[in-house]
């Protein structure tokens, strides 16, 4: 390798550096050189043609006077006939070597002298003159004088010149080459190479390094300013680094940094004997503090519970926070489980200690997902997915606590993650049925209504209830297309039931929360019940407390379209949800339904009964219809017919079941009469 090319590529022995690209220098001569002799080339050829034509002119001009001069010479000889004075003539020019021939003619056109130098295959060109002779009075033609001439010797001397001036013009090239690589070596190709080299060793190690340049051209001023902003940006770099790996905002490590740390830790392994607690944490009702206090004091809320974390944990454990109220904390060596779950309920006792918020004193509330593995499984890296898995559980089944990962909340988890995929081919395959229950009025025992309840009956794990799948749909964003599906059933529903002649029943069906805000429900609803020829009355919108709560104003616009349509609106599970007497007052109600919760002790609980009372007595001022879920003693509806509740349903009337089933047991119901239906099949678990 020669010594400039090294020079211009520093890091051709790296095998981790990117292919060599061609130096600057380099590029720069094979841009110029090849243009520099073309130039040369045809600078010379221009002079050496200009010149030779200038020759030829010169030459062909000379020709022509000895021509006219000679024929003055031999006009009188040639007259008297004295053709050896002619020939003497003719011989006297012959000296001249580019003269090929001379010829005389007479009058008569007759060659009467001729001399050859060389053979006639030589001459290019020929003068001919007219020789004149006068004497006295007399003045006659007496002929003419013909000199064939070569342009081979100026062709000759051309052509030396021209090849003597190409070889000194490559010669120049050649040293203008040399001259130019070693200037540009020196001024472009060190200063650039130098700056590449310490480019190159900046991006190894992340580390600054000075490019050692001290000329005072372009490129030495280049390479300070290259100096100056690597020292500048040197301690910038450092801590953008910083923030890469860390949480702006409580300055904890975050989410990269924490899949570095179990990524090395998952490849260099630890002793076998030792586990890992990794705790997944994430804050209750964190919403309602940002909602309340405002997002500024959400942050300073994050960053108490940050500190609290860092002085909960020892020197050699770990704490990191990845976005929004999600922390994590690490102890690397625990003895056993039970040791782990000690280290977890530490951590949270350190967490609900009451913080200052706009003077206002607020108890922070976590629930953590722990999981446990030895330092040295391969997979450590799944830590995060298993604990996430053990704190789904803690926020749905008892938030606030600890959940412990363990089998049965890996197959549970599998088998969400199973059906959550398996939602878009239930819709596909028609997996997801309507099923009906009838709301009987408890004095005649008529049935009045039926409320459509969802159930998939999956190829796999058989019929499945909606507390199962329900938040699944909803997670999935397929809410809406789940509502129009039982909306269509439903219509469909009440044709058949008025070809079986029940026109009178209604169906209810449950609206989820998202569809509160979808103003374009009321005309899905009408397209819906003109394309079954039904009419929008037959039906009854099921909604919840906690979905008015969350959306006052886009539910309230809903109802009321909803309502103008002549549906009518029931609220469901009354009295386990917020601001009850505010709901009957706001929005358009025309049903309240009682929670089972307060059914199912009666008649032996006397606080039941006294809240079942007043919520009647609430419905009959506000002229309010009632109905009583989870009916399933004759007692029950003794019971609720005392206090004044005209509507019921459970299972004492009859289970959920397909619509063929149902009609099936309406033909057969007695007018004035209705029992349990034993024969209905038995689901399991089974939501009414």
């Known amino acids: ?171 120049a090239t050649f040293a203008t080459l040399i001259a130019m690589r070693i200037s540009a070596n020196i001024f472009i190709g060190r200063p650039l190479a130098a700056m590449m080299s310490a480019i190159q060793r900046s991006k190894q190690d992340g580390r600054a390094y000075p490019a050692d340049v001290t000329s005072s051209n372009e490129f030495g001023q280049l390479a ?170 803690a926020k749905s089944k008892a938030p606030g606590t600890v959940a412990v990962l363990d089998e049965a909340l890996q197959r549970d988890y599998r088998r969400r993650r199973d059906l959550e995929l398996a939602i878009p081919a239930g819709f596909a395959e028609g997996q997801f049925e309507v099923w009906y229950q009838s709301q009987v009025d408890l004095e005649s025992h008529d049935v009045v209504g039926l409320e459509a309840l969802i159930r998939w009956r999956h190829p796999e794990h058989g019929v499945i209830g909606p507390a199962e799948f329900l938040p699944l749909i909803e997670r999935s964003g397929n809410n809406a297309r789940l509502t129009r599906y039982v909306l269509t059933d439903a219509c469909w529903a009440l044709q058949r039931l008025a070809a079986a002649g029940r026109p009178q029943i209604r169906i209810a069906i449950n609206l989820p929360p998202s569809e509160l805000a979808d103003h374009s429900l009321a005309a899905e609803l009408r397209a819906t019940c003109a394309r079954f020829d039904v009419a929008a009355s037959l039906l009854e919108l099921e909604i919840t407390e906690g979905s008015l709560i969350n959306n006052i104003a886009s539910a309230a616009e809903t109802l009321h379209r909803l309502r103008r349509l002549g549906a009518t609106i029931a609220l469901d599970d009354f009295g386990t949800g917020y601001s009850s007497l505010a709901h009957l007052r706001r929005f358009p109600l025309d049903k309240v339904k009682i929670d089972k919760a307060f059914i199912s002790e009666i008649p032996d609980s006397a606080e039941d009964k006294a809240i079942v009372g007043v919520i009647a007595s609430l419905a009959g001022t506000l002229g309010l219809t009632l109905v009583a879920e989870g009916i399933e003693r004759a007692e029950q509806a003794a019971a609720m017919r005392e206090m004044g509740v005209r509507f019921g349903q459970g299972y004492f009337y009859q289970r959920p079941q397909p619509l063929d089933a149902v009609l099936q047991w309406l033909e057969g119901q007695p007018a004035a009469n209705s029992c349990v239906l034993v024969d209905s099949p038995s689901i399991a678990p089974e939501f009414a």
């Open 1 to 171: 390798m020669r010594k400039d090319e090294a020079m211009t590529d520093p890091g051709r022995n790296d095998e981790a550096a990117p292919p060599r690209l061609r130096s600057v220098v380099r590029a720069m001569i094979w841009a110029t050189v090849p243009v520099l002799l073309l130039v040369q080339l045809l600078a010379s050829a221009g002079v050496e043609a200009s010149s030779f034509w200038s020759q030829i002119r010169q030459l062909d001009a000379r020709m022509a006077r000895v021509a006219e001069s000679r024929a003055e010479l031999i006009a009188e000889p040639l007259w008297k006939m004295r053709y050896d004075q002619v020939t003497g003539v003719l011989n006297e020019i012959m000296h001249d070597e580019t003269i090929a021939a001379a010829t005389v003619y007479d009058d008569t056109g007759a060659a009467i002298a001729r001399v050859v130098a060389h053979p006639e295959g030589q001459a290019v060109a020929e003068v001919s003159r007219p020789i004149h002779y006068s004497n006295g009075n007399m003045a006659v033609q007496a002929g003419r004088i013909a000199i064939a001439y070569s342009h081979a010797a100026l062709s000759a001397d051309a052509g030396s010149r021209l090849v003597l001036l190409l070889v000194v013009g490559l010669l």
């Open 224 to 393: 300070r300013a290259f100096n100056a902003m690597q020292h500048t940006t040197s301690g910038a770099l450092d801590r953008l680094g910083h923030m890469a790996a860390h949480d702006p905002l409580t300055g904890l490590p975050n989410r990269r940094s924490l899949t570095e740390r179990l990524a090395v830790a998952s490849r260099d392994g630890g002793r076998p004997d030792a586990l890992v607690a990794f705790c997944f944490i994430d804050l209750d009702d964190f919403k309602g503090i940002n909602d309340t206090f405002g997002h500024e004091a959400g942050d300073k809320f994050l960053v108490q519970i940050s500190q609290r974390l860092r002085r909960a944990v020892e020197a050699e454990d770990w704490v990191a926070r990845l976005g929004g109220d999600e922390f994590v904390v690490i102890r690397p060596e625990v003895s056993n489980e039970a040791s782990a779950h000690a280290f977890a309920q530490q951590v949270l006792d350190a967490i609900s200690d009451p913080i200052r918020l706009h003077d206002k004193q607020v108890v922070p509330r976590a629930s953590i997902g722990l999981a446990v593995r030895r330092a040295d499984d391969p997979e450590l890296s799944h830590l995060p997915t298993l604990a996430d898995i053990a704190l789904y559980h």
